[in-house]
Each structure stands twice: as structure tokens, then as C-alpha cells.
């Protein structure tokens, strides 16, 4: 059966550093999407990408961060300059041919920010 | 407004004992999907179920059942029979049909006791 798969499952960094986490996507999925979750509180969302481009982000989602398909099967979100709040479990999500359709998650990458 | 509220923080059960995971959402769109999530310890999200807002029938599957009620805005979530391995934190999630993204409530965790 297909999946989202992650990588890192884990990384520690130190504050100030950039971080790139990574997910392939379902393979004929056309909408993709980053969560977080920090430890203990509920999932958030933070961008939705379409067609090679953000449709929809949050308030979280500040200059710090950026999102890029850079080769047709990998997604990646960056974090510029991380903080210690960037600590959190990240989740990356594929929905297939449309908006309404289930978003499937990958296993997460746990982020810690020293 | 969206939003998603799962009154029940932390639930312990008895292996074989029956349990309802409450959850009641806010839309202003006609049309929205509803969606429940399990978190077991490792991390991951596990997708459960997905409902159409144009949908009311209840659902089962094994020992999990729905209860889709539009009159009170609340999609239930029931485990019959409770197994150790139910325990986790289980999410609620709305989708709106005029927004890309997940709104998820802010969980609930079942521990089932041997």
C-alpha cells in the first residue's frame, strides 16, 4: 500500500541553525501539506502546496520557513534559523486529485532545538 | 469559525469495557468531511475514518463505530471491547470543503488497562 514516507525520524540541532526535513509523497498525489504538532498539544497546520506552489498557509508559518519541490517526488520544508519553539513533531501529508480528498500523513520527524 | 473540540482530556478504560470518544465541531460551510486519527506512542498518525458532511450513516468496522450526528455537530467515536492496544491518542479532525487544510481537535488519549 502506498505511504508518505519522512526523513529525519529524528534530528537535534542546535538554535540558530538550518534544518531541512523531508517526505516523499504519495507518487500521484497533487496536494501537499506540512503539519506540526509540539509535544502534548494538537496537530497544526502550517502550508498547503499545489502546483508547485503555497495555496494556504498559517500564521505560523513566518519567513523562516519554506517549502519546495524540487524534483518532482521530494518535499521538503526548511526552517531558516531555528528556535527553541521549533521544537515539535513535523508531519508532512499527501491528498490526491483534490482538496476534499483524504490527506494521508507520513510517521513524522521529531525535531528538538538545543 | 472552524473548530474541533474534544471535551475529554484523558480516558482509562478496563481491557473489554466499551468507550465513546466525544467530538463536536464548528463550520459555516454546507459541505465538510469529518475525519478521526490515532496516535499510538511511536508517533504516527493513523487514519481511521473520513465522513461526508452529506452523510449521516453511522459506520462500523470490527469494533469501531461512528455516530454522525448533524443536529448536534458531533462525530463519536465508539471502541467496543477494549484491547491494550487501543491505547493511544485519538484525533478528531475537520476538513471544510472552502479551506485546504485540517482543523484538528485537541485530542484525546485512552488508556486501556489490562
Known amino acids: 500500500e502506498p505511504e508518505v514516507t519522512q526523513t529525519p525520524s529524528h534530528q537535534v540541532t542546535q538554535m540558530g541553525q538550518e534544518v531541512i526535513l523531508r517526505c516523499v509523497p504519495i507518487?500521484?498525489?497533487?496536494?501537499f501539506y506540512w503539519y506540526r504538532q509540539i509535544l502534548g498539544q494538537k496537530v497544526e497546520f502550517l502550508v498547503s502546496?499545489?502546483?508547485?506552489?503555497?495555496?494556504?498557509k498559517s500564521e505560523i508559518f513566518d519567513d523562516q520557513f519554506s517549502v519546495e519541490r524540487p524534483d518532482g517526488s521530494n518535499f521538503t520544508l526548511k526552517i531558516r534559523s531555528t528556535k527553541l519553539e521549533d521544537s515539535a513533531m513535523y508531519f508532512c501529508?499527501?491528498?490526491?486529485?483534490?482538496?476534499?480528498?483524504?490527506?494521508?500523513f507520513g510517521p513524522g520527524t521529531r525535531l528538538l532545538v538545543l | 469559525a472552524q473548530k474541533v473540540t474534544q471535551a475529554q482530556t484523558e480516558i482509562s478504560v478496563v481491557e473489554k469495557e466499551d468507550v465513546t470518544l466525544d467530538c463536536v465541531y464548528e463550520?459555516?460551510?454546507?459541505?465538510?468531511?469529518l475525519f478521526w486519527y490515532k496516535q499510538p506512542p511511536s508517533g504516527e498518525l493513523v487514519f481511521l475514518i473520513r465522513?461526508?458532511?452529506?452523510?449521516?450513516q453511522n459506520e462500523i468496522s470490527g469494533r469501531y463505530s461512528w455516530n454522525f450526528q448533524k443536529s448536534t455537530s458531533s462525530f463519536n467515536f465508539t471502541i467496543t471491547a477494549s484491547q491494550v492496544v487501543d491505547s493511544a491518542v485519538y484525533f478528531c479532525?475537520?476538513?471544510?470543503?472552502?479551506?485546504?487544510?485540517?482543523?484538528f481537535g485537541s485530542g484525546t488519549k485512552l488508556n486501556v488497562k489490562p
Open positions: 501529508a499527501s491528498g490526491g486529485l483534490s482538496t476534499q480528498e483524504t490527506q494521508y
Open positions: 507518487s500521484n498525489h497533487l496536494y
Open positions: 502546496f499545489y502546483n508547485n506552489e503555497i495555496s494556504e
Open positions: 463550520t459555516r460551510d454546507t459541505t465538510y468531511y
Open positions: 465522513r461526508n458532511s452529506f452523510d449521516e
Open positions: 479532525a475537520l476538513l471544510p470543503d472552502n479551506f485546504n487544510k485540517f482543523y
